[in-house]
C-alpha cells in the first residue's frame, strides 16, 4: 500500500515523488491539508473533509487549481492504483513555488499532493482503559492571528511543541488552552466531558478546529437521545468531569482516563463514551464513500 502518490496532476511511484525546495509549504508553511481514514475499503466522510478543505484554501486565497470533484477522483483512482483497504490519507496543497513570501510572486499552480499511508494508533489497551492526558504550556494561537478552523500547514507548529511538551511526560495527548485559560483541544483531537447527563464540547470559538469525527460523535450523541451543548469550559470541569473522551480522525473515539494526574470519574470508560465509541465503530463499518465495486464507478465518474 502506499506505491504510488499523486502530484500535480500525476500519480508517480512515492520515491519519485519530489516537490521543489521552493515550495511555499516548505518555506512559509503556507498551505492546508487533511487526513482522512479508509475503512473496509470506503474513505470515511471524503466530502466532508474536502468541504474543509476548499473552505481552508478559499480562506487563505490558495487557488487549487482541480475541482471538488476532479480531487476527489483522484483519491479514489490514488486508492484503488494502491489497493487500499483500511488506512491513512494525506491531502496537502501548498500555495505554489517561490522564494519571498509574497503570493504575488507565485506564477505556476499550486502544490496538490495525495498519499496513501497507515496510520500509527494508540494501542488497543488505551481505548480500554483510557488515556493519561497532561495540559501544556503551549497555548492556542489568538484566532485573530492564526484561524484555528483553518487546517493550516504553519498552525500545526504550535502543536508540535505542544506535542513535545506531552511526549515529555509520557502523556498520551496534551490538553491546550486558548489564551483566556478555558480549555480548547488536544495537539490532534477535540475534547469532550460528560456531566450530570450531558455532554459538552468547546465552541468554535475557543479556538478549536471544527473536527469532523466531533461533528460525527455530535450526531450520533443526538441519535441515542443524548443531549449535547457547546460550551466554554475551564480544567476544573474537567477534572470534576464524570466522563471525558476525545475525538479524531487517527484516535476515533478514545476515552481519558486522567487528566493532569486527576481521575476522571471511575477511572475506567464510562457509559456514554462507551456507548459513542461503539456507534462510531459501527459508522465507520457501514459508510464511506466505497473506492471499488459497482457503487465505485458513480463515485468516481467526475472529472
Ligand atoms: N484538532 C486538531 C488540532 C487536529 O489536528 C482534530 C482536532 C480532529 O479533527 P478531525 O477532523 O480529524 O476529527 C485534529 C485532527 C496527524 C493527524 O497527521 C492529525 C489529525 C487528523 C489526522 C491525522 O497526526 N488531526
Redesign the pocket.
Known sequence: MGNFIFLNGEVVPHDEGKVSVYDHGFLYGDGVFE?IRTYNGRIFKLDE?LE?LYFSAKALMIEIGMSRDELRAAILDLSRRNGVKDG?N?ITVSRGVSLGLDPRNINGPATVVVMNDA?SLYPRSMYENGLDVMTVSTRIPLPQTVE?RI?SLGK?VA?IQAKIEANRVNAGEGLMLNTQGYVA??????IFIVRRGEIITPPSWAG??L????NTVIELAREQGLTVREDIFTLFDVYTADECFL????AEVIPVRTVDGRVIGEGHPGPVTRSLMEAFRELTATSGVPIYGENATAATGVG
Open positions: 487526513g473533509h474543509r491513512y494525506r496510520l484555528p487546517k500545526y502543536n483541544e488536544c495537539t490532534g483531537d477535540n478549536i478546529l473536527g469532523i469525527t466531533r475525538t479524531g480522525t487517527a
